[in-house]
């Protein structure tokens, strides 16, 4: 097959830590095509969409880990699949470029996520769609209603709606000082729309990353400690990851979220568990393969490129 990936720049990219990588190390193991772009990268001429591709030799050498080829110019519509791996923030080039994904999908690529799933499906607001899962959680911009919901929990996670990597999250307690000031700096005094969630104290055990695959959860998660002093659990924010089977709970989650994200097009997704309450429903470019594969051996990579040639196969014959 010819894969293309749409990525942030090349050089950027650290095979130590970086799935993307996981994901086209094991395509290219299987002999597919491998071509790279950054979502900048696409334009629309004589009504296609196209982009200069960039073929990939990989390598497992982690300090040189690609050769790119001169790039060509090439119709998205002509190639098998097209993996969108760009990271957030989920900003107006990120939509734009879905509805682009999306022009080249109805050309003939398959998408990988869905250009339409990623964007309906908001990593903190697809949470509502499951509150059998969620803590306490509540959904405003208006001080009164926070400062309600924080008084009624005591203890509470605040955060962005669009925030990744663990920034511009909050723990307020009913008697933090700073209380006020926290809600005005993450609302901009009252203009934008937040989440607050009662805090779950099972963060000291890990924030679980609990990987879905078409579907079907992974068996292996990894769990992001939070370092001395600090309530996240992000491995950006100095988190440290501990791989460990999936419990029972995080399998019934799994399960069923992934029959919804299955159905709406969305291949791999990434779950948020703390303890047993789901957090976030990562679908924009999940993390933590390598991770996994690197304390257990087990990657998920395989059954990945597994259930997309799988897909590929039923659309050739279909």
Same mark, same amino acid.
């Given at each position: 097959?010819?894969?293309?990936?749409?990525?942030?720049?090349?050089?950027?990219?650290?095979?130590?830590?970086?799935?993307?990588?996981?994901?086209?190390?094991?395509?290219?193991?299987?002999?597919?095509? /491998?071509?790279?772009?950054?979502?900048?990268?696409?334009?629309? #001429?004589?009504?296609?969409? *196209?982009?200069?591709?960039?073929?990939?030799?990989? !390598? %497992?050498?982690?300090?040189?880990?690609?050769?790119? &080829?001169?790039?060509?110019?090439?119709?998205?519509?002509?190639?098998?699949?097209?993996?969108? +791996?760009?990271?957030?923030?989920?900003?107006?080039?990120?939509?734009?470029? =879905?509805?682009?994904?999306? @022009?080249?999908?109805?050309?003939?690529?398959?998408?990988?996520?869905?250009?339409?799933?990623? #964007?309906?499906?908001?990593?903190?607001?697809?949470?509502?769609?499951?509150?059998?899962?969620?803590?306490? =959680?509540?959904?405003? !911009?208006?001080? +009164?209603?926070?400062?309600?919901?924080?008084?009624?929990? #005591?203890?509470? /996670?605040?955060?962005?709606?669009?925030?990744?990597?663990?920034?511009?999250?909050?723990?307020?307690?009913?008697?933090?000082?700073?209380?006020?000031?926290?809600?005005?700096?993450?609302?901009?005094?009252?203009?934008?729309?937040?989440?607050?969630? @009662?805090?779950?104290?099972?963060?000291?055990?890990?924030?679980?990353?609990?990987?879905?695959?078409? *579907?079907?959860?992974?068996?292996?998660?990894?769990? @992001? /400690?939070?370092?001395?002093?600090?309530? +996240?659990?992000?491995?950006?924010?100095?988190? @440290? &990851?501990?791989? $460990?089977? /999936?419990?029972?709970?995080?399998?019934?989650?799994?399960?069923?979220?992934?029959?919804?994200?299955?159905?709406?097009?969305?291949?791999?997704?990434?779950?948020?568990?703390?303890? %047993?309450?789901?957090?976030?429903?990562?679908?924009?470019?999940?993390?933590?393969?390598?991770?996994?594969?690197? $304390?257990? &051996?087990?990657?998920?990579?395989?059954?990945?490129?597994? !259930?997309?040639?799988?897909?590929?196969?039923?659309?050739?014959?279909?």
């Amino acid at each position: 097959m010819k894969l293309a990936f749409v990525l942030d720049p090349l050089a950027q990219l650290k095979a130590y830590k970086d799935s993307s990588i996981a994901m086209m190390r094991e395509a290219a193991r299987r002999g597919h095509a /491998i071509f790279a772009l950054e979502a900048r990268d696409m334009l629309v #001429r004589e009504g296609r969409i *196209g982009a200069a591709l960039v073929p990939l030799t990989l !390598s %497992d050498d982690d300090d040189d880990w690609y050769r790119a &080829g001169k790039p060509a110019d090439g119709w998205l519509g002509e190639l098998d699949m097209v993996f969108m +791996r760009k990271d957030p923030p989920f900003d107006q080039e990120y939509y734009y470029a =879905t509805l682009l994904l999306e @022009r080249a999908q109805a050309e003939g690529a398959r998408v990988v996520n869905d250009p339409r799933a990623l #964007r309906d499906w908001n990593e903190k607001l697809s949470i509502l769609r499951f509150p059998q899962f969620t803590p306490p =959680t509540l959904v405003a !911009s208006g001080a +009164r209603e926070l400062n309600a919901f924080i008084d009624e929990h #005591r203890d509470v /996670i605040v955060k962005k709606l669009d925030g990744m990597g663990g920034t511009m999250i909050f723990r307020v307690r009913t008697d933090d000082p700073n209380r006020n000031v926290i809600l005005e700096t993450v609302t901009a005094l009252g203009a934008q729309t937040i989440m607050a969630q @009662r805090f779950v104290p099972q963060i000291a055990a890990g924030d679980k990353r609990v990987l879905v695959i078409d *579907g079907k959860p992974f068996g292996q998660c990894l769990a @992001r /400690i939070p370092k001395p002093g600090e309530t +996240r659990g992000n491995l950006a924010v100095g988190g @440290r &990851g501990v791989a $460990q089977p /999936i419990s029972a709970r995080d399998r019934e989650i799994g399960e069923t979220i992934g029959r919804e994200l299955s159905r709406e097009g969305i291949v791999f997704a990434g779950l948020d568990v703390i303890g %047993d309450w789901l957090t976030e429903i990562n679908v924009t470019s999940p993390t933590c393969i390598v991770e996994i594969a690197e $304390q257990t &051996g087990e990657n998920a990579a395989v059954p990945l490129l597994d !259930s997309l040639e799988r897909l590929a196969a039923t659309a050739r014959s279909g």
